[in-house]
């Protein structure tokens, strides 16, 4: 081979190496369902990722100088401490985590003996009927407005538009653009939802097991951030782990169900585990993967032929522990990630009495709430309930919601 016929294959070889570079960069872009927002992923586990520094994560201390960044109503009236009337209007009702909502809601208006609050809203996630309840109660009057998007960007000219008529507004559980309403009661930070969410999945599948999501849509606001901090944590401390795909169910426990099948029809013994991204995801997800008799060797039912450690497929995700508990006992999942629904929607109806009262302004660090004690301002205009919690065989019988 001549010495010119060498030096072609050499320099051949290395533009095959740059043009591939950009493909390897491909690994890097966010799964599907995420949003483009900053992340700020939290410390790996020990023996995990990167060794750990005593430099604070990048972000955190911007996070906490943030100013107020949210909207406020246009002349309302003046009614601290008098009798007011509120509608909660969540993404749906008729379902057991917005059922909860509504119980610590109507606890929090009992307990403060001047708030009527109701729930109405459609009965499925969609934004169209959501701001077409808005829109009616706007119309009817009322003092404030509670609510839990559907999609942060298409609800929030309605709640602007009620700002703009001196109606109080806070949300709760998944946002709005910040300026369409006063606050936001974050059920969670994302990050640690996040962490909890990968670090339950890893116990199950290992740190290089390869996994799908089922969410319900890829606008839901909630669920946008936490898959994208999910991202962020697994980049960090489980980079081995291999995303299949992102599947909508549109909170719908069925589609959820049909979703899942076909996703374990898709990948077979690839597929080692499902992230449900709902209270209703969730539960439909573990359906299925019950009624292929997927669950974990050690836990399958006594009448079902068990499956080898290669065909097991664990499933993690968020959702209430009465909808998680059958299949909790049935020893089909291992680990519920949420907060309690009940405090959510109890802290939300004392935020708004804060608001009304003049007790929660722009600039505050901190707002009280009953039996929940003193709740932090995180991120300019959230109200943050508190860490995730996670569910097992230990404690999800000792919850009733």
């Known amino acids: 081979m001549s010495r010119k016929t060498v030096t072609m294959i050499v320099l051949l070889s290395m533009l095959m190496g740059l043009f591939a570079l950009p493909v390897a960069s491909q690994e890097e872009e966010r799964w599907v369902g995420s949003d483009d927002l900053p992340v700020n992923p939290l410390e790996c586990p020990e023996g995990f990722g990167p060794e750990a520094t005593e430099e604070p994560a990048e972000g955190a201390a911007e996070a906490e100088m943030m100013e107020y960044d949210g909207g406020q109503p246009v002349d309302p009236p003046d009614l601290a401490g008098q009798e007011i009337t509120l509608i909660d209007i969540p993404k749906l009702i008729g379902i057991g985590y917005f059922n909860a909502t509504t119980a610590g809601m109507q606890e929090a208006a009992e307990e403060l003996g001047n708030v009527n609050v109701s729930t109405d809203g459609p009965t499925e996630g969609d934004i169209v009927q959501q701001i077409e309840f808005i829109e009616r109660y706007i119309t009817q009057g009322v003092d404030g407005i509670l609510f839990a998007a559907n999609d942060p960007v298409a609800i929030s000219p309605v ?8 109606i109080h507004v806070v949300g709760y559980d998944a946002n709005s653009e910040p300026d369409a309403r006063e606050w936001f009661v974050n059920q969670a930070e994302f990050n640690g939802i996040a962490k909890a969410m990968m670090d339950s999945m890893v116990q199950e599948i290992g740190p290089d097991g390869s996994f799908a999501i089922v969410t319900s849509s890829f606008t839901a606001p909630n669920q946008m951030r936490w898959i994208s901090e999910m991202w962020a944590y697994a980049q960090k401390c489980y980079p081995d782990l291999n995303w299949l795909e992102t599947v909508e169910s549109q909170e719908d426990q069925n589609l959820a169900f049909q979703q899942t099948q076909a996703l374990i029809n898709r990948y077979g013994e690839e597929l080692d585990g499902v992230f449900g991204m709902s209270s209703v995801a969730f539960p439909g997800a573990a359906d299925a993967v019950q009624q292929a008799a997927l669950c974990s060797p050690d836990d399958a039912d006594e009448d079902v032929a068990a499956p080898s450690e ?3 497929i664990a ?32 802290a939300a109806v004392y935020v708004m009495r804060a608001v009304v009262d003049g007790e929660l302004q722009p600039g505050d660090t901190e707002v009280e709430a009953g039996r929940l004690g003193t709740l932090q301002v995180v991120n300019g205009s959230e109200i943050l309930l508190g860490p995730p919690f996670v569910y097992t065989e230990d404690n999800i019988f000792d919850f009733d919601f």
């Open 159 to 166: 709640l602007r538009d009620a700002l703009a008529q001196g």
């Open 310 to 312: 290669e065909e097991a």
């Open 315 to 346: 499933i993690v995700g968020l959702s209430t522990p009465n909808q998680m508990k059958p299949f909790v006992e049935n020893g089909c999942v291992e680990s519920v990630v949420l907060w309690n629904p009940v405090d959510l929607g109890y």
